[in-house]
């Protein structure tokens, strides 16, 4: 491990039946991270269920409820590395009724393992998976053809399936795509390259999630910045000081740089930057960071440091794809909060715009109604105005979820478009220096 | 810096300190969980960092069940005087004085008798909020839980119940009465632990690293001996060159033979060893689920 060691997230998903648990189970195994005790703990259970095989499931599967019903309900996250990279793996399960656990492990991948039997070629639910990874914006996506074993490692059923998998892509907004053929339980191409697969001359599927170009996936080019918190010391030796701290969601900033307040529309200079390291010239997403100007604005939790160029979106009338969360579904006309960056306000939804059928993926427009794990688009109006990039620029910046007020229960995850209208844009000239 | 990029150490130390202000931000009463161990340590220097110039925005609290390492309260009592931070200790001795909480016969550790008395804290102070070093990677029930992770007015952790996180977005609304327990270092491994603590040279309690112990065996473990834990007859007394791996109730706490006296030395065995890191402590051993029993009664 040294200073560039890089970290990468991917999802998985599926159920046991795709071999998604074999295949994590691989790679953990295989990277010698799974410790003795575990093992031990899998071989108890398995003794104790009268089985003889050690189920790598359970070692994904933490919940009682999980282990005695079999499947994974809620995502896990696990944990391995090799010298050059750290994974986190987002591991969720596949069936339609937990659409919205791969939803929530698919926000921060930088790739998405889609998993599809050999045998069976591309199903509803590896499309389902393709499709929500898509809507997301993972970066990079990776198809494993899993059980070549058992379709005699033939090259023509790998160029089938792929041919087949082609055909579904231009629905979706992949920038990037690899297929790998694999057989998760004998092991070929997942750590150790296959020697059953001649034909098959790319990466195993290790060295590629090791490989990928990860450092592009955040957005270097605006600089965004909500602020989360004003630290102000109140002390002798720092009576003066007033950082405005938060996560740099987009692009890059330096001392000296011109900077825009929006939504209130003032404009002053970056006086100073604290990193994680101390002061710094500049700083970039996503490093968590404080800030001070070199006037004195009103500035507050909520609002957005932004560049003077590439302004965002200011406006209180949005238009939304959204993943329902809850088993209450959407009311229109109803008053939600929403989250998104630092601001909490209130929205009411004001039309349900379209409906994705998560079997087919078709659009139904006008739709009656939005229910647990359904994904659609909706328009809804907030109280406050939201400062924002439509989340297929810049993920970090389009994202929100929507919190029931009286329950405080977080019942959608959505994903800003382009809105319709939105406010001009300030004059920032009237603040100037 | 010509690149704009992070390593994995400093992702998960941004992400970490993102936490760490929203709950300074969203919340009216948070504290910090501060033991004295490493991940609380290491949760100290984030906090450091997230609020500087400024000084840490809440205070510290312990939960001390009668059987923390002696070295560990010194360690804990130093530190929070030298960052000038409020630390509030609340006893299991005391809890059980007020019958807040109940020891049954023959129970050794102390660690289920942590629960009552950490949530009488909560309720004492008001804190809507508390932030801990756990992490996911310590055992597959962490392994489910969230960043911010609701628990209801009696403590209680409903893992089905649990909300999305999605992003770097966050919902900490509590009503009066339910709180909040945060867990920023949540995506941390053990390996990562060790090596924020090497990069930031962090002072550490010295039972981390190797020094002679008397030990026993007892259910394949070097236990430490000490007044609480007097040898039982026949068993013999060993000293051992010994450290800790993770350090919770002396009474199960197991040591490792070692002779790691630099973190680089530690680094190393973390990278090769064989079992993890809690296979040591007794408490979850238990059964399978017993850390999700011990959550679901409000444990951390």
Aim: proline share 5%; hydrophobic share 35%.
């Amino acid at each position: 491990m040294n200073d560039n060691t890089q970290l990468m997230r991917f999802t998985t998903a599926g159920s046991v039946d795709d071999g998604k648990s074999t295949l994590i189970g691989r790679l953990l195994h295989d990277s010698k991270s799974i410790f003795e005790d575990q093992w031990e703990s899998l071989e108890r259970s398995a003794d104790l269920a009268g089985g003889s095989e050690v189920n790598l499931a359970n070692l994904t599967d933490g919940l009682r409820s999980e282990r005695e019903q079999g499947i994974t309900i809620d995502v896990a996250y696990r944990y391995f590395a090799t010298p050059r990279r750290k994974f986190i793996i987002a591991d969720t399960p596949g069936h339609v009724q937990y659409t919205r656990n791969m939803v929530t492990g698919a926000s921060t991948a930088n790739m998405a393992l889609v998993l599809i039997d050999a045998r069976n070629g591309v199903v509803e639910q590896s499309k389902r998976h393709a499709y929500i990874s898509s809507l997301l914006g993972i970066p990079h996506m990776t198809v494993c053809i899993n059980k070549m074993d058992l379709v005699d490692y033939s090259e023509e059923r790998f160029r089938e399936i792929r041919e087949e998998f082609y055909e579904f892509v231009p629905r979706l907004d992949i920038r990037d795509i690899s297929f790998i053929p694999i057989s998760a339980l004998k092991g070929d191409n997942v750590v150790t390259e296959s020697t059953n697969m001649p034909w098959y001359h790319g990466p195993t599927l290790l060295s590629h999630l090791e490989d990928v170009y990860i450092a592009s996936d955040w957005n270097l080019k605006d600089f965004r910045m909500p602020v989360q918190y004003v630290i102000r010391p109140h002390t002798d030796e720092h009576h003066d000081y007033r950082g405005f701290s938060g996560q740099i969601t987009g692009g890059t900033i330096k001392v000296g740089d011109d900077i825009g307040v929006l939504p209130n529309g003032a404009r002053s200079k970056v006086k100073s930057i604290l990193t994680h390291e101390g002061p710094a010239e500049e700083a970039f997403c996503p490093q968590s960071v404080s800030i001070e100007l070199e006037h004195n604005i009103d500035i507050s939790r909520g609002d957005t440091l932004t560049s003077l160029d590439n302004l965002p979106y200011t406006t209180q009338d949005h238009d939304a794809h959204l993943c329902w969360m809850h088993e209450q579904g959407l009311q229109l006309g109803k008053k939600y909060l929403i989250k998104h960056g630092a601001r909490t306000t209130k929205i009411v939804f004001k039309e349900l715009v379209s409906q994705i059928d998560v079997h087919t993926l078709e659009e139904i427009e006008n739709p009656t109604q939005i229910k647990l794990n359904d994904i659609g688009r909706v328009k809804f109006k907030s109280m406050a105005p939201l400062v924002y990039d439509a989340y297929k620029k810049n993920r970090y910046v389009g994202g929100f979820v929507i919190i029931d007020e009286a329950s405080n229960d977080t019942v959608a995850a959505g994903m800003l478009r382009s809105p319709e209208k939105a406010q001009p844009i300030p004059d920032f000239t009237d603040y100037a220096i | 810096m010509s690149q704009y990029k992070l390593s994995h150490l400093e992702l998960l130390e941004t992400e970490a300190i993102h936490v760490m202000r929203e709950v300074a931000a969203e919340f009216e009463r948070p504290t910090l969980m501060f033991s004295g161990g490493k991940d609380s340590i290491v949760m100290l220097r984030i906090a450091e960092k997230a609020f500087r110039p400024g000084k840490i925005p809440f205070p510290l609290l312990n939960v001390d069940t009668g059987h923390n390492f002696p070295e560990l309260n010194e360690f804990r009592d130093r530190r929070a005087k030298e960052l000038g931070a409020k630390l509030i200790v609340r006893t299991v001795e005391d809890a059980l004085a007020k019958g807040i909480a109940t020891q049954v016969p023959g129970e050794l550790s102390r660690n289920r008798l942590q629960i009552p008395t950490l949530l009488a804290a909560i309720e004492e102070f008001q804190f809507d909020a508390a932030l801990g070093g756990a992490r996911r990677d310590e055992e597959k029930a962490r392994a489910k839980e969230r960043f911010f992770s609701f628990r209801d007015e009696f403590g209680q952790w409903e893992p089905k119940k649990q909300r999305p996180e999605l992003w770097n977005i966050y919902n900490g609304r509590v009503q009066p009465g339910q709180n909040m327990r945060v867990f920023p270092i949540s995506n941390w491994t053990e390996a990562d632990v060790w090596e924020y603590i090497g990069q930031e040279n962090l002072e550490l309690p010295h039972i981390y690293f190797a020094h002679d112990r008397e030990v026993v065996r007892r259910k394949g473990q070097w236990l430490p001996v000490n007044d609480l834990l007097p040898p039982k007859e026949g068993e013999e007394v060993k000293t051992l060159k010994v450290r800790v791996r993770t350090i919770g109730d002396i009474m199960t706490t197991g040591c490792i033979e070692s002779d790691a006296s630099e973190i680089s030395d530690i680094l190393a065995e973390v990278a090769s060893a064989r079992v993890t890191e809690r296979g040591g402590r007794a408490d979850d051993k238990v059964s399978e689920s017993s850390m999700e029993d011990r959550k679901r009664e409000g444990y951390f």
